[in-house]
C-alpha cells in the first residue's frame, strides 16, 4: 500500500506564492508519473502540471510561467511551486501518482487533497 501525503496549501493573497509537496510512503518501488490537480467548487478535476520519471514536464494553458512543477526521487516527493496566484487558482489540489512496488503491480494513487484559496 502506498500513502500519498500533500502539505503546503493555505490563503494567500492576489500575487502570493505557494509551495505544495507531495510525498509517497510505503511499498514503493519506482515511481512514474507524478501530477498535480486541482478541483474548484462546481467544478471537474483538472490537471494543472505532471512530470515524467525522465524530468518531461507538462502544464495547463492557464499556469503556464507562473507555476513549476518539480521532483526529488530520492525522497519520493513532488513539488508545485506555485507565483503570482490568482483567485482562479483556488481549489482542492490533489496529488497523484503512478507507481511501481516490490510486487512488480502497477498502481495509481491520488493524495487526500490541499485546499490553496488566493483572495482578492
Known amino acids: 500500500q502506498v500513502q500519498l501525503v500533500e502539505s503546503g496549501g493555505g490563503l494567500v493573497q492576489v500575487g502570493g506564492s505557494l509551495r505544495l509537496s507531495c510525498v509517497a510512503i510505503?511499498?514503493?518501488?519506482?515511481?512514474?508519473?507524478m501530477g498535480w490537480y486541482r478541483q474548484a467548487p462546481g467544478k471537474q478535476r483538472e490537471l494543472v502540471a505532471d512530470i515524467t520519471r525522465g524530468g518531461s514536464v507538462n502544464y495547463a494553458d492557464s499556469v503556464k510561467g507562473r507555476f513549476t512543477i518539480s521532483r526529488d526521487d530520492a525522497k519520493n516527493t513532488m513539488y508545485l511551486q506555485m507565483n503570482d496566484l490568482k483567485p482562479e487558482d483556488t481549489g482542492v489540489y490533489y496529488c497523484?501518482?503512478?507507481?511501481?512496488?516490490?510486487?512488480?503491480?502497477?498502481?495509481?494513487?491520488w493524495g487526500q487533497g490541499t485546499q490553496v484559496t488566493v483572495s482578492s
Open positions: 510505503g511499498n514503493i518501488f519506482s515511481i512514474y508519473t
Open positions: 497523484k501518482t503512478v507507481v511501481q512496488t516490490y510486487t512488480s503491480r502497477i498502481v495509481t494513487y
